[in-house]
């Protein structure tokens, strides 16, 4: 295990979030946190209860998964694009290290950002709504899970990914409906019966429900369902940048 | 001299069955220089590439400092450093903090005195806080030097470190060489420059569609080169070479007018002042005389098309 390069490349990538704090750090928080002010103050004191909980708590965890996961995917997919992008890629090649080692090192950089925002974004919630948190330590594990599991995700979309368009095009057009759709924003309890049959085909709405179950102890599916699912998403990440490490697919000529 | 490289029967083709490399085996020993001369599409960047593990090879065996570089790929890559051709660099870091990450990238713990004396070592320790956009061309081929340097490898391959340089720039780059050279980092170069080659190696490879063609010591392939030829032109046509002139080994043109003989420049007697009252005493009449040698630059577009022509 080349511990140095894993470590090389993580601080690499860490020193770029640090110095894009404005864009890396301070536009996700202030956005949800003007979610909170909409949702949750403005308009969330007219709506009532969901699930025994206040609106404006309710919708906590969404967000921070909203925000957690575009972030990840994000961070982790530019982070491999653009040396792509410009040809650095050469020296990663060339590096005595393994697929293992540069995911560690750009995936984990990737998570270690997504959890910092999701973080400072809950700290951000108790300025503007009641939040209580029944479970702290289920509460950490799926963020933790969520932040490598995107990151991964978004390192193979940064691999896949011939243009910044395409870089932006997956995020766009197919993470934001999947968590505006997997119950950010209500509970799944409250669609026609035909949609909620759909929205389980929707992964997000097993982590936004256990995320939610670590908050408040109520969730509309089982907790150890949304720990499968979450852990079976990661290793399928993680089966798949095998196999295009193996292949070369999209990263040699 | 112990081989810091050895490459066994090395080939590559791709699925449209475009050989890049056919059968290349090459020894290269510690502390040599060795410059790899060849055209475009030679597949001197491939074999490079292949060497270093960017290209994987379709068979053949790669050892570096005895490591096979499959097998045995962390620590025989350890060994290497790779400057490639295009300038490609994160345009917005800084020049000492990209040499530290190529330094943990190759498993080396952070050492900042190491990383200041490449850095004097090539004149970038003034920009090291520098963001690689505002560097000049000349400057940003130096921190890729850097950036290979930074695991302190015992192999370095430059490939075309002076395409597109000006004269000045490539005079700087050879003098750097030479001090890598001096600190004893083995280096292979590859180049279509024929006097760069000439000016820093110690062993010369022809390379052409996939195949080394050659690989000799310069001095060698410098005393083929020593060779020159003198033509003798005659006023009036001849059928024969005289039989006084027969020792010459004197080679007659089709037209009967001109007479070549070939002699070592750095033989103590040419023999041009015998030939040439020889010739006179014959009775043939000149009415000029001329000098030729053949470069190196003879012997590779020889070489490669002596190469096109039994393709």
């Known amino acids: 295990m080349n511990i140095h390069a894993v470590k090389a490349i993580f601080m690499f990538e860490m020193a770029r979030f640090f110095r894009t704090l404005a864009q890396s750090l301070i536009s996700p928080v202030l956005s949800t946190s003007l979610y909170f002010v909409v949702f949750g103050a403005a308009i969330g004191s007219r709506i009532d209860q ?20 575009t972030q990840a995917i994000s961070n982790a997919s ?50 503007f709504v009641e939040v209580s948190i029944a479970h702290p330590l ?60 759909i929205s389980l085909f929707n992964p997000v709405v097993y982590l936004i429900s256990g995320f939610r179950w670590s908050f408040f102890d109520t969730s509309d599916l089982p907790v150890v369902l949304s720990l499968f699912a979450i852990g079976g998403f990661t290793l399928l990440c993680l089966a798949v940048i095998g196999w295009i490490f193996k292949t070369g697919w999209r990263l040699r000529q | 001299m112990q081989p810091i490289l050895e490459i ?20 290269i020993n510690s502390g040599e220089i060795v410059a790899l001369l060849g055209p475009n599409g030679a597949g001197k960047t491939t074999l490079i590439s292949t060497v270093c593990g960017i290209t994987q090879p379709t068979s053949g065996q790669v050892r570096i400092g005895g490591f096979d570089t499959l097998r045995d790929f962390r620590a025989a890559r350890a060994l290497v ?26 498993g080396k713990s952070r050492d900042d005195t190491k990383l200041e004396q490449i850095l004097r070592q090539l004149s970038l320790w003034d920009k090291r806080d520098t963001q690689i956009r505002a560097l000049s061309g000349g400057m940003k081929r130096r921190v890729l030097i850097a950036k ?48 760069e080659a000439e000016a820093i190696a110690d062993r010369i490879g022809v390379i052409a569609k996939g195949e080394m063609l ?21 006023s009036s046509a001849v059928n024969d070479i005289p039989a006084r002139l027969a020792k010459y080994n004197l080679l007659l043109s089709n037209d009967g007018l001109t007479l070549t ?9 040419t023999g041009i002042t015998k030939l040439l009252s020889d010739v006179s005493e014959a009775g043939l009449v000149l009415r000029d005389v001329a000098t030729r040698q053949s470069s190196l630059e003879d012997i590779f577009v020889d070489l490669v098309h002596a190469e096109e022509e039994i393709a």
């Open chain 1, 50 to 69: 969901v699930e025994g909980v206040s609106y404006g708590a309710f919708i906590v965890p969404g967000l921070i998964m909203l925000s957690v996961i």
């Open chain 2, 148 to 195: 290979a340097l930074a695991h302190e490898p015992q192999l370095l391959f430059l490939d075309e470190p002076t395409a597109g340089v000006d004269v000045e720039l490539r005079k700087d780059m050879w003098n750097i060489v030479a001090g890598l050279k001096a600190s004893g980092v083995t280096i292979v170069l590859t180049t279509h420059y024929i006097e």
């Open chain 1, 78 to 127: 530019f982070g491999i694009y653009f040396p792509k992008f410009i040809g650095t890629t050469y020296e990663l090649f060339s590096a005595p290290v393994n697929f293992l080692e540069i995911v560690a090192g750009y995936a984990g950089a990737a998570a270690t950002k997504a959890l910092l925002i999701g973080l400072i974004i809950l700290g951000t919630s108790f300025l």
């Open chain 2, 8 to 27: 066994d029967d090395l080939r590559k083709s791709y699925a449209d069955g475009f050989e890049a490399l056919k059968s290349v085996s090459l020894t």
């Open chain 2, 81 to 106: 450093g790779l400057v490639p051709q295009e300038i490609n660099l994160e345009p917005f870091e800084r020049v000492i903090n990209t040499v530290r990450f190529s330094r943990g990238l190759f």
């Open chain 1, 138 to 197: 289920a509460m950490i594990t799926f963020l933790v899970l969520t932040c490598i599991s995107f990151s991964l995700m978004g390192f193979i979309i940064g691999i896949w990914a011939g243009s910044f368009e395409q870089l932006q095009l997956v995020p766009l057009l197919v993470v934001t409906p999947l968590v505006f759709l997997g119950g950010a924003f209500y509970s799944i309890t409250m669609l026609p019966p035909v949609w909620q049959v």
């Open chain 2, 261 to 269: 003989y070939t002699y070592d420049t750095r033989a103590a007697r």
């Open chain 2, 214 to 234: 050659l690989i000799e010591e310069k001095m060698q392939l410098m005393r083929r080169m020593g060779q020159k030829q003198l033509d003798v032109q005659l």
